[in-house]
Antibody
């Protein structure tokens, strides 16, 4: 069965960096777009970034553009989110989600991980 | 404030039918598929409706989606206590080149 397991969350000071990972299994990882979505405390869902199945194209929310980098290693079935220059407003639960098959940009997330909490605080 | 507008709350009694609206614009709902997600606190969000009105396997037919122009809606019939959750619409926005989520609607089963 499809499984997505996030890791790497924790407490970090403002301005520092953190890298999240999402280990995928149960499907052909290299054929699906992958996404990061977050939820800040008491807030709604917010899309963060997406990467095409082959890493060719990457898209970012304006709120993280220039600070976060999404990447993937298809040989390891793993998705990453490198987060630099972290701010208090980046505090959230970060979910990875499987997107559409192939090179499609869409809001279709059929499987989600359980999330990892990132807290940015001094 | 989200570009996709949902009512912050909705409620109904068991057995009733409730609808949740999602309003957007020509660059998002007007030109792309709409998706609906159910989210219970502390759990992973769940896909309820894809491509405007399709249900994934395992989602009861009590849940239905529709889209007209730049608006979409989710209907839940035969309301049950386990339907109490947050519901989000989502779509792609061509102008932003990104995914938009609605602000979410908290459904209470009275």
């Amino acid at each position: 069965q499809v499984q997505l397991v996030e890791s790497g969350g924790g407490v970090v000071q403002p301005g520092r960096s953190l890298r999240l990972s999402c280990a995928a299994s149960g499907f052909t990882f290299s054929t699906y777009g992958m996404y990061w979505v977050r939820q800040a405390p008491g807030k709604g869902l917010e899309w963060v970034a997406l990467i095409w199945y082959d890493g060719t194209y990457k898209y970012y929310a304006d709120s993280v553009k220039g600070r976060f980098t999404i990447s993937r290693d298809n040989s390891k079935n793993t998705l990453y989110l490198q987060m630099n220059s972290l701010r208090a407003e980046d505090t959230a639960v970060y979910y990875c989600a499987r997107g559409p098959w192939g090179g499609v940009t869409d809001a279709h997330f059929d499987y989600w991980g359980q999330g990892t909490l990132v807290t940015v605080s001094s | 404030q989200s570009v996709l507008t949902q009512p912050p709350s909705a409620s109904g009694t068991p057995g009733q039918r409730v609808t949740i609206s999602c309003s957007g614009s020509s660059s998002n709902i007007g030109s792309n598929y709409v998706y609906w997600y159910q989210h219970l606190p502390g759990t992973a969000p769940k896909l309820l409706i894809y491509r405007n009105n399709q249900r994934p396997s395992g989602v009861p037919d009590r849940f239905s989606g529709s889209k007209s122009g730049t608006s979409a809606s989710l209907a839940i019939s035969g309301l049950r206590s386990e339907d109490e959750a947050d519901y989000y619409c989502a779509t792609w926005d061509d102008s932003l080149s990104g995914v938009l989520f609605g602000g979410g609607t908290k459904l209470t089963v009275l």
